[in-house]
Every structure is written in C-alpha cells, then in structure tokens.
C-alpha cells in the first residue's frame, strides 16, 4: 500500500510542477533562399536490342538530356526493372537463369547494373560465365527516377 502511496505521490508532485512561461526568445535569422522543395521525374527506357560485346556483356546506352549536371552534383539517380508488367526491383539486380542444352542442364546468373553520366545513362547485362552466345536478351524495361 505504502508503494502505491508513493508512487500516487510522485505522479501528482510531477503533474503539478507547472509554471507560467517564460518570455519569447530573440527572433532567429533569415534562412538562405533555396529550392522549395523536392522535385522528380520518372521515365522508362524500353531496351528492346541490346548491343552485345562478344563474349562478355550486352549494353544498352541512351540520351538523357533529363540528366543535368545539377542533378547530377546535387540529385539521386535511381533505376529499376519492371518484370512481369507489374514488379519493380530495384537495380543492380541478379537474375538466375536455366536451360536444358543438349539435354544437359546450365546454370548462369545475368547481372543487370547502370551507370549515368551527364545526359547519357547506360545499362549493363552480364552473364555469370561472360558467355554471350544464347543469344539476344529478352525485351527489358527499365524505369529511372530522377529526385532533385
């Protein structure tokens, strides 16, 4: 009983320990005139041709006046891949591949990763094994954002 009591005691003493405020502090200075805010802007970029680079990598390379050399210095550049129409993973991203050649079975990993510059973006299919004869990659959509 006598720890409820004091405890009881304690959180009324604190609740009462209010007194009138004190005065206004000196007014601050005036902050530097800056962008309002954040801005983006969100594209995609529809690789449907790689260019192969014989037995290493595939890449693809694009203008992107977008890309300025403010937000360049001063901006976030991210990128992501789009499967299946509806799933967004964000890049560099790994992707593991099979298939049945000569009825034997192969595994390979593709690396996919990005790279930008001002005004130019370039993107980059690797296999695991640096072997790009399979063939032409499969249609990849790719979506930027550009947060400034």
Not at 139 to 146: K, M, P
Request: aromatic share 18%; hydrophobic share 40%.
């Amino acid at each position: 009983m006598r720890k409820i009591f004091t405890i009881l005691a304690m959180a009324l003493l604190a609740a009462s320990c209010r007194g009138p405020a004190g005065p206004a502090g000196p007014p601050g200075r005036d902050g530097e005139d800056g962008e309002p805010g954040a801005y983006w802007r969100i594209m995609d970029f529809d690789i449907i041709n790689w260019t192969e680079v014989e037995d290493e990598f595939f890449y693809a390379q694009f203008n992107f006046p977008e890309l300025t050399k403010f937000i360049y210095d001063n901006g976030i550049v991210l990128a992501y891949i789009e499967t299946e129409g509806k799933f967004q993973t964000p890049l560099p991203f790994t992707r593991y591949k099979q298939e049945v050649i000569d009825e034997q079975l192969y595994f390979w990993e593709e690396h996919l990763d990005f790279e930008y510059e001002i005004g130019k973006i370039t993107f980059y299919l690797t296999p695991s094994d640096f072997y790009t004869g399979a063939g032409q990659p499969a249609r990849t959509r790719i979506r930027v954002a550009l947060v400034y």
